[in-house]
């Protein structure tokens, strides 16, 4: 059955999410696809965020204990509120740092070279940034990163075989870091398996769940994963640089922090000055100084959303509409050179659509000229995320049309085909 824009306006009626797009800023005449790199502001979240500065402005140093949103366990209070998103328990999960420095945080602390077992295992499909933050920890401990750090090869480019990432889990292997969804193809990986995998071996494992979190719902505590970092930016719709999470499993509860500092406290003990840290009975005991009290803000609100609405829900939009729209590009798009780079498959395929081109980089620029913003991974991805919560399937259908006249029109040969210093 051919799909028209009847279709979509059908889909947009019946879809109970829709209500969703009147609460975030959309620009008019413009379609935003780029929720998985920087969700867009909603006016919970401006809400709370203002509130937040109302708090300083009222209340000056009691706003730690008073106001509206007390700063001093705001990081508690938004790990609480993330908890259901990740599967975790309420205590297991804050909302602190940023992604690499969680992660820098959580190597210091689980990482722990012995006898044979001194490698750390990834992949090479994984986020530079990750690498970087691998490669410094192995330096810290005197350890060569070409010979400590193993990267699980991918056989084309885009994909990773759970098969060959099980294989590398030998007995050299003391930890695995992996991302939850792979930042270019949007490939999940199997985190349940992995994990029992793992346990099995005795070697610990966490995740990078930046492009999952918010988009599809997670199960950490029942499959056993040890711990896990995120950033809060992308679908969950922080805002820019908004504190990131952390997620710990409660068997580890009392491991000493590799990076302490007094936020770690238990919080009734922090205040007693002592020089003997009494760490918190909980995720919290991995938290290093002060909070961002502003870059955490409007989180409050964007969770609130999260909360309402149910991650199964979006989940379950999420899937549908991107389908649509891959559907779409197979009825309207074919002959002009675009091959769909992300699993096809429900069960394998996180929150965007990956697609692949040769003139990607100055396709991405004519979509940008047309209102249309997407965003583009060297050297051939256009990425295009609609988003569970303020996408439209009319919308997709007027992305897919804008592409078709760029490519029929030839729109893309006034730009350069590379890339913008941020893409
Ligand atoms: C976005 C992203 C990051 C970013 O890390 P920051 O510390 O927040 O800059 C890291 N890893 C992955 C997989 C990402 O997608």
């Known amino acids: 059955m051919l799909l028209s824009?009847?279709?979509?306006?059908?889909?947009?009626?019946?879809?109970?999410?829709?209500?969703?797009?009147?609460?975030?800023?959309?620009?008019?005449?413009?379609?935003?696809?780029?929720?998985?790199?920087?969700?867009?502001?909603?006016?919970?979240?401006?809400?709370?965020?203002?509130?937040?500065l109302n708090d300083w402005k009222e209340h000056g140093i009691d706003g730690w204990t008073k106001g509206k949103h007390p700063w001093f366990f705001l990081s508690e209070k938004l790990g609480?509120?993330?908890?259901?998103?990740?599967?975790?328990?309420?205590?297991?999960?804050?909302?602190?740092?940023?992604?690499?420095?969680?992660?820098?945080?959580?190597?210091?602390?689980?990482?722990k070279p012995e006898g044979k077992r001194t490698k750390i295992l990834a992949d090479e499909l994984t986020f530079p940034s990750d690498i970087y933050a691998l490669q410094s920890q192995l330096r810290i401990h005197g350890l060569d990163s070409n010979t400590h750090l193993v990267r699980v090869k991918s056989r084309d480019g885009s994909f990773l075989?759970?098969?060959?990432?099980?294989?590398?889990?030998?007995?050299?292997?003391?930890?695995?870091?992996?991302?939850?969804?792979?930042?270019?193809?949007?490939?999940?990986?199997?985190?349940?398996?992995?994990?029992?995998?793992?346990?099995?071996?005795?070697?610990?494992i966490g995740f990078?769940?930046?492009?999952?979190?918010?988009?599809?719902?997670?199960?950490?505590?029942?499959?056993?994963?040890?711990?896990?970092?995120?950033?809060?930016?992308?679908?969950?719709?922080?805002g820019p640089g908004t504190v990131g999470g952390l997620y710990v499993n409660s068997k580890h509860f009392g491991t000493a922090p590799g990076?302490?500092?007094?936020?770690?406290?238990k919080k009734e003990?922090?205040?007693?000055?002592?020089?003997?840290?009494?760490?918190?009975?909980?995720?919290?005991?991995?938290?290093?100084?002060?909070?961002?009290?502003?870059?955490?803000?409007?989180?409050?609100?964007?969770?609130?959303i999260f909360t309402e609405a149910g991650i199964e829900n979006i989940r379950t939009k999420s899937l549908k509409i991107n389908k649509f729209l891959m559907d779409l590009l197979e009825q309207e798009a074919t002959g002009l050179g675009f091959m769909i780079g992300n699993p096809l498959e429900d069960y394998r395929r996180g929150g965007h659509v990956s697609l692949e081109h040769k003139e990607a980089a100055r396709i991405c620029k004519?979509?940008?000229?047309?209102?249309?913003?997407?965003?583009?991974?060297?050297?051939?991805?256009?990425?295009?995320?609609?988003?569970?919560?303020?996408?439209?399937?009319?919308?997709?259908?007027?992305?897919?049309?804008?592409?078709?006249?760029?490519?029929?029109?030839?729109?893309?040969e006034k730009f350069k085909n590379e890339r913008e210093i941020i893409a």
């Open 5 to 52: 824009l009847e279709n979509a306006q059908l889909l947009d009626k019946e879809d109970s999410l829709n209500r969703y797009r009147e609460e975030f800023y959309l620009k008019p005449n413009s379609i935003y696809l780029d929720g998985n790199s920087l969700g867009l502001l909603s006016k919970r979240a401006e809400r709370t965020l203002l509130e937040s």
């Open 80 to 111: 609480e509120m993330m908890a259901p998103l990740v599967g975790g328990l309420a205590n297991e999960v804050i909302v602190t740092g940023s992604t690499t420095v969680n992660l820098h945080q959580l190597v210091a602390t689980f990482y």
């Open 259 to 265: 990076l302490a500092g007094w936020f770690g406290s």
């Open 208 to 238: 990078d769940g930046c492009h999952s979190i918010g988009a599809i719902p997670h199960s950490f505590t029942e499959w056993g994963v040890d711990f896990a970092y995120w950033c809060n930016y992308k679908h969950l719709n922080g």
């Open 161 to 204: 075989e759970e098969e060959a990432i099980i294989e590398a889990m030998t007995d050299e292997i003391a930890l695995i870091i992996l991302p939850t969804v792979l930042y270019r193809s949007g490939q999940i990986l199997d985190m349940k398996r992995l994990t029992a995998e793992a346990n099995k071996r005795g070697i610990l």
């Open 366 to 412: 004519a979509l940008k000229e047309n209102g249309i913003i997407p965003d583009f991974r060297a050297p051939n991805i256009i990425r295009l995320a609609p988003v569970a919560l303020y996408t439209s399937y009319s919308e997709v259908w007027e992305v897919v049309q804008v592409l078709k006249k760029i490519m029929t029109e030839k729109q893309y």
């Open 269 to 304: 003990k922090q205040f007693d000055m002592e020089h003997t840290l009494t760490l918190a009975d909980s995720a919290g005991a991995y938290q290093i100084g002060t909070p961002h009290v502003l870059s955490l803000a409007p989180l409050l609100g964007a969770l609130e």
